[in-house]
């Protein structure tokens, strides 16, 4: 255990560039860790009992489906602040793992149907476009050096309308269609500017383990909306 609290540590922008230069690397290198622990888990869960009997719950109807988006909001919010912990490095890591556990869970029914029912090069189209678009939001990140904080406010709000929308097609039934999907993929990439400005001018140079919960939940936003267009477009 760690006790980080006791230590003022500095922000990166305003650490020494060795010290940046690591958390900067730790950061996306648990970002790669949580894709791989991602992808393996949803391996293993695709090829297992598990899917089916996920997809029978759903199939039931739209409460299946609101238990488990609100079952994934409320695991969500204990992983990012057990990540965001600062005594205990244990913790952080806990948080970390958890949220990678959910996001394999909620991305367990439409990587069925994409893997199961649709075209076999759906998945991998919708990570290339996710990777390059990821790349190319973290080049303009930093190389602008552009503190996008501002953009705090404004995807606060665009994720309240976001979810209100959700939460009332799971009420009234719509399909939200590909529109939809096409501000989504923008608002994650808002998301992931956002939080790799963040990398530089919010977190400590400790707190490598909730920047990197921040960004791959980010990219995963970008992957889940991305994943809907190229499945749309291919049926």
């Known amino acids: 255990m760690n006790n980080y609290d006791s230590i003022d540590y500095p922000i990166a922008a305003e650490s020494e560039p ?11 290198a648990h970002v790669a860790g949580a894709i791989l622990g991602f992808a393996a888990l949803e391996w293993l ?17 739209r409460l299946g489906w609101a238990v488990v988006l609100f079952s994934f909001m409320g695991v ?7 990540a965001d912990n600062h005594a205990s490095t244990g913790m952080q890591y806990g948080g970390l793992v958890l949220y990678t556990v959910a996001e394999a869970v909620i991305f367990l029914p439409i990587l069925f149907i994409a893997t199961r029912m649709a075209q076999a090069d759906v998945v991998p189209i919708a ?13 303009v990140a930093f190389t602008t050096k552009k503190d996008f904080s501002f953009l705090g406010a404004v995807l606060k709000v665009g994720g309240m309308v976001a979810m209100g929308v959700m939460v ?3 009420i009234f039934g719509f399909n939200l269609g590909v529109l939809f999907a096409g501000i989504m993929v923008v608002f994650a990439a808002g998301s992931i500017l956002y939080d790799t400005s963040n990398i530089m001018h ?10 990197s919960l921040s960004l791959f ?10 994943l809907r267009i190229v499945m749309s477009r291919r049926n």
């Open 18 to 28: 060795d010290e940046r230069a690591k958390f900067i690397s730790r950061t996306y």
């Open 45 to 61: 869960l695709l090829n297992s009992s598990v899917a089916p009997a996920m997809m029978s719950v759903l199939g039931a109807g």
């Open 76 to 82: 969500s919010w204990v992983a990012r602040w057990m």
């Open 127 to 139: 990570a290339a476009i996710t990777g390059a678009l990821f790349l190319g939001l973290t080049v």
């Open 168 to 170: 009332a097609s799971l």
């Open 202 to 211: 919010r977190y400590s140079t400790r707190q490598h383990v909730a920047a």
């Open 217 to 226: 939940a980010s990219v995963m936003l970008l992957f889940w909306y991305v």
